[in-house]
T-cell receptor, first 115, second 114 residues
Framework: SAVISQKPSRDICQRGTSLTIQCQVD?????MFWYRQQPGQSLTLIAT?????????ESGFVIDKFPISRPNLTFSTLTVSNLSPEDSSIYLC????????????FGPGTRLLVL | AQSVTQLGSHVSVSEGALVLLRCNYS??????LFWYVQYPNQGLQLLLK??????LVKGINGFEAEFKKSETSFHLTKPSAHMSDAAEYFC????????????FGTGTRLLVSP
């Protein structure tokens, strides 16, 4: 399985600002995913990020609020824009999920608190 | 649409007792099924997976799960609970949509008492 790191591990942000989360993988991967885990809840897929193409967003998530970059096969960023307290969550990236590599492996998550 | 139902948001057991965490799925096509564990302040760790091979799947830390198509279930069991098993457990189903999209259950928190 891939080794996945995320930065920052946690942050406290003010309302109206933005936070960019980095996800780094120790090997080249085709697909990367971003999830949100709201307090006490399960994981919800935000978007799928493939290198060289625009991210694909799930229903209820928009690019203006959650812009994603995928500049190469080992790295991706998720920005959470115009923060509000409702954005306080854990944000996780994962890799895998492609043909022949059905299992997704997760990073440690970024814990965001918006005041 | 695919979905997963985890019965019981909290399950409490004594150390040494049997652990049973329930998961039922809904899928219009043969599913892949996963159990993940999340320890406090950590990400998700894969416990085990079913990908249409053996119906009884063994995972890490002594956990296993049995795929029962007739019951649309994939319950997670461990014969003897340890204090270190206390965590949140998530069942997930994935279906090919150009990639393996994961749909998670709501999670079950396992509490282990001495």
């Amino acid at each position: 399985s891939a080794v996945i790191s995320q930065k920052p591990s946690r942050d406290i942000c003010q309302r109206g600002t933005s936070l960019t989360i980095q996800c780094q993988v120790d090997s080249q991967v085709t697909m990367m995913f971003w999830y949100r885990q709201q307090p006490g809840q399960s994981l919800t897929l935000i978007a799928t990020a493939n290198q060289g193409s625009e991210a694909t967003y799930e229903s209820g998530f928009v690019i203006d609020k959650f812009p994603i970059s995928r500049p190469n096969l080992t790295f991706s960023t998720l920005t959470v824009s115009n923060l509000s307290p409702e954005d306080s969550s854990i944000y996780l990236c994962s890799v895998g999920g492609s043909k022949g590599k059905e299992t997704q492996y997760f990073g440690p998550g970024t814990r965001l608190l918006v005041l | 649409a695919q979905s997963v139902t985890q019965l019981g948001s909290h399950v409490s057991v004594s150390e040494g007792a049997l652990v049973l965490l329930r998961c039922n799925y809904s899928s219009s096509v043969p599913p892949y099924l996963f159990w993940y564990v999340q320890y406090p302040n950590q990400g998700l760790q894969l416990l085990l997976k079913y990908t249409s091979a053996a119906t009884l799947v063994k995972g890490i830390n002594g956990f296993e799960a049995e795929f029962k198509k007739s019951e649309t279930s994939f319950h997670l069991t461990k014969p003897s609970a340890h204090m270190s098993d206390a965590a949140e457990y998530f069942c997930a189903v994935s279906v090919w949509t150009g990639f393996q999209k994961l749909v998670f259950g709501t999670g079950t928190r396992l509490l282990v008492s001495p």
